[in-house]
């Protein structure tokens, strides 16, 4: 990745639905508290991969519903897509890895003679892959039969069943455990492997990942049988592989601490944040702490002090300018004010913000530049702005964090709020 100029301190690669996401969760708290680790500690030197079997359209579709962050990575299509970046640019070379040996059209024609098998949505059907529905007791029976007359047309077709019903057949090269050594392969000829990898799944369609020579692995605690079989079967006694006690996201970040990985405490399992703050103080996580702040604020899940308004005045410049999303300019007392106004407005309600995609770069001696997404769930609406800020810190010390100079916020496209006077800094 062109972000990184040096191997990343830890790649984690996680599978999304019921592993990195939880759908039982409607709080998406275990999503949240690892969205707070990831940006306050990790954002800055490692490198986040997001493994599904979700096609982008089904991909695209998760992020408008989960309060997600966006990779470094993303495998989808259950690893025959590779793509970077926030504009999903394509990994031509992998493209041409897949093709060897792959024939769609023989794929689609074998196929169709098993009724048994229940074609999936359109969407979900790509260049490398197609993909059925089949009954979990007819699931083997079909598999090896398809596997026999591939090999007979000359095709090399990897099938993989996963979920108890999802049916994929993909070129032999392809899968999430060949995506990711097909990365580690080409982050080792640029001399940036990574120095730690933690690879996440809850499924059949995972278990490729955990193949991988020298990564961690977790299966989080809802894994499906079919993945604990697999596991008993041929990593039962790998130590760096377990099986968490924490489900999705949660588990993740157990498996962070139990590989001691770097830090596993989420700044959402923080209450006071002045025990929060790391040996080394990232800029990161000081923008964290602020917007959780905000939100325990609003919720009324602290206790209304004036003490907490005049720490966050004393750690502002007095000439300190924050622009609203609107374009309204807000000095460090109107922004105050607008705090005092706010205490438990969302009381009772749902209400959430989480940051995305934090940047950081030292500009000029203790002066640190920092550019991210700011979102915020409130109610059934959701909303977010590119926010710039600017922090010092000169003359403090780590356990004090920074001096918050400047901050200018824009509507992201699409996602203003209705309702402006409802924004508070």
């Known amino acids: 990745m062109d972000r990184l100029n040096k191997s990343a301190r830890l790649m984690i690669v996680s599978d999304l639905d019921h592993t990195m996401v939880d759908h039982h969760d409607p709080e998406n708290l275990s999503l949240l508290r690892f969205n707070a680790l990831w940006e306050a500690y990790y954002r800055h030197d490692s490198l986040l991969v997001f493994s599904t079997g979700r096609s982008p359209t089904l991909y695209k579709e998760l992020r408008k519903e989960k309060p997600m962050l966006t990779p470094d990575i993303t495998i989808m299509s259950v690893g025959t897509e590779i793509t970077y970046g926030t504009s999903m640019v394509p990994d031509e070379g992998w493209v041409e890895v897949l093709n060897k040996k792959w024939d769609r059209n023989i794929v689609t024609e074998e196929t169709s003679k098993f009724p048994e098998l229940k074609l999936q949505a359109e969407t979900e059907q790509r260049p490398h892959k197609v993909s059925f529905y089949v009954q979990k007791d007819k699931a083997q ?4 039969e398809l596997s026999e007359k591939f090999v007979k047309r000359g ?3 990897k099938i ?13 090269g392809a899968g999430k455990g060949q995506a990711l050594a097909y990365l580690h392969k080409k982050f080792k000829a640029e001399g940036k492997l990574p120095q730690n990898t933690l690879v996440c799944g809850d499924s059949g369609n995972d278990a490729e990942l955990f193949t991988i020579p020298e990564v961690h692995g977790v299966m989080v605690s809802n894994a499906q ?6 596991h008993a079967e041929n990593a039962k006694n790998n130590p760096k592989v377990i099986h968490a006690t924490e489900r999705c996201a949660a588990g993740i970040i157990q498996a962070i601490g139990h590989f001691n990985l770097g830090p596993s405490k989420s700044p959402r399992d923080v209450m006071d944040s002045s025990d929060s703050v790391p040996e080394n103080f990232e800029p990161g996580h000081d923008i964290v702490r602020f917007f959780l702040f905000l939100e325990r604020w609003r919720r009324a899940e602290m206790e209304y002090s004036e003490l907490y308004l005049a720490g966050l005045k004393a750690l502002s410049f007095p000439s300190s300018v924050f622009v609203h999303p609107s374009g309204i300019e807000q000095s460090i007392l109107d922004c105050t004010n607008a705090l005092r106004r706010s205490y438990g407005d969302k009381q009772g309600k749902q209400y959430r913000v989480w940051v995305d995609q ?3 770069t030292e500009i000029g001696s203790n002066i640190w530049l920092l550019k991210f997404n700011k979102w915020e769930i409130s109610g059934d609406e959701r909303r977010g702005c590119v926010a710039t800020v ?3 810190s000169e003359d403090l ?3 004090e964090g920074f001096t918050w100079v ?3 916020q824009t509507w992201l496209d699409g996602a203003g709020a209705k309702d402006h006077t409802d924004w508070v800094c």
């Open 141 to 144: 029976e079909v598999m090896k």
């Open 155 to 157: 095709l090399d077709v």
């Open 160 to 172: 993989i069943y996963s979920g108890g019903m999802d049916l994929d057949m993909l070129p032999q």
């Open 225 to 230: 049988e079919e993945l604990l079989q697999w």
């Open 358 to 360: 934090v940047t950081t």
């Open 390 to 392: 600017l922090l010092s």
């Open 397 to 399: 010390s780590p356990s």
């Open 406 to 408: 400047h901050m200018h």
